[in-house]
């Protein structure tokens, strides 16, 4: 799943611990942090420490995978010539 900005990450772990039937109470205590720093995390805020998010990502079962982003090989002047216009 590609993350954006904090609001994509908050809203991904909120839909996840959903799915897990687990309340905030219930996966900031195994998380090991406070049900209002998960609220704060939960709701996008884009100060959340990184370390407590890794521990909020690990008690949800899930690992985060970064990587280059791939080169787009659309090209749109091509795509345009199809059908027989000029892009320019």
Same mark, same amino acid.
């Given at each position: 799943m590609r993350l954006s900005n904090a609001d994509d990450l908050g809203v991904y772990l909120r839909e996840r611990r959903? !799915? $897990?039937?687990?309340? @905030?109470? @219930?996966? $900031? %205590? +195994?998380?090991r942090v406070s049900r209002r720093w998960l609220t704060d995390l939960e709701a996008g805020k884009a100060t959340a420490e990184v370390g407590l998010v890794f +521990?909020?990502? !690990? %008690?949800?079962?899930?690992?985060?995978d970064v990587r280059p982003e791939p080169e787009s090989d659309f090209d749109l002047d091509a795509y345009l010539d199809s059908f027989g216009g000029s892009s320019t």
């Open positions: 959903h !799915a $897990a039937s687990m309340t @905030q109470a @219930q996966l $900031a %205590a +195994r998380a +521990r909020v990502v !690990a %008690a949800l079962g899930l690992f985060i």
